[in-house]
T-cell receptor
Framework: KAGVTQTPRYLIKTRGQQVTLSCSPI?????VSWYQQTPGQGLQFLFE???????NKGNFPGRFSGRQFSNSRSEMNVSTLELGDSALYLC?????????????FGSGTQLSVL | DQQVKQNSPSLSVQEGRISILNCDYT??????FLWYKKYPAEGPTFLIS?????DKNEDGRFTVFLNKSAKHLSLHIVPSQPGDSAVYFC????????????FGKGTMLLVSP
């Protein structure tokens, strides 16, 4: 079974631009979550999607958005990029996204904002 | 406010000895705890978990201990191996219907031969 796939692996953008990151969950998994990892803050929850609906959202500004498609693939978008958005963005999938389910993470997209 | 804290940014241990990684939490609603391991350029991988109804869970060389009254959990690795060198994240979740995790900032473990 293929794991969680994230594309692109690396991305360089400049301030003010927008970016779209893609995530393909493990086959059969319907829940997709996004996390931001920075050296100072560790992993912070962005949002979670299940059956094309956002069920939960972390404490991030509205510049961060996402969506999920009918095949469970997900994208996240960051608009008006700021230097502080430079981070590793991790996608994780689970079967139903329910309590006590393990999350399976992709390798992440490393975003650098110049 | 950081709800899950890993106060040791790094830990160095010799091969064959015990590694003890610690984690404290402040939210008494947390009822499920996990440890993830992360190598550079890879995503975190699940290591071991424990429910709040237990105080210990063991899986091979890895044991997690939970002290609810102290809001403290620890991961013991015995014996430590050089391949265990990685960043270890402690995570917790509330029984809310969603598998949303709150992570600590991680502890980098270095196991030397």
């Amino acid at each position: 079974k293929a794991g969680v796939t994230q594309t692109p692996r690396y991305l360089i953008k400049t301030r003010g631009q927008q970016v779209t990151l893609s995530c393909s969950p493990i086959s059969g998994h319907r829940s997709v979550s996004w996390y931001q990892q920075t050296p100072g803050q560790g992993l912070q929850f962005l949002f979670e999607y299940f059956s094309e609906t956002q069920r939960n959202k972390g404490n991030f500004p509205g510049r961060f958005s996402g969506r999920q498609f009918s095949n469970s693939r997900s994208e996240m978008n960051v608009s008006t990029l700021e230097l502080g958005d430079s981070a590793l963005y991790l996608c994780a999938s689970s079967s139903q996204g329910g309590d006590n389910e393990k999350l399976f993470f992709g390798s992440g997209t490393q975003l650098s904002v110049l | 406010d950081q709800q899950v804290k890993q106060n040791s940014p790094s830990l160095s241990v010799q091969e064959g000895r015990i590694s003890i990684l610690n984690c404290d939490y402040t939210n008494s609603m947390f009822d499920y705890f996990l440890w993830y391991k992360k190598y550079p350029a890879e995503g975190p991988t699940f290591l071991i978990s424990i429910s709040s109804i237990k105080d210990k869970n063991e899986d091979g060389r890895f044991t997690v201990f939970l002290n609810k009254s102290a809001k403290h959990l620890s991961l013991h690795i015995v014996p430590s191996q050089p391949g265990d060198s990685a960043v270890y994240f402690c995570a917790a979740s509330v029984n809310s219907g969603y598998s949303t995790l709150t992570f600590g900032k991680g502890t980098m473990l270095l196991v030397s031969p």
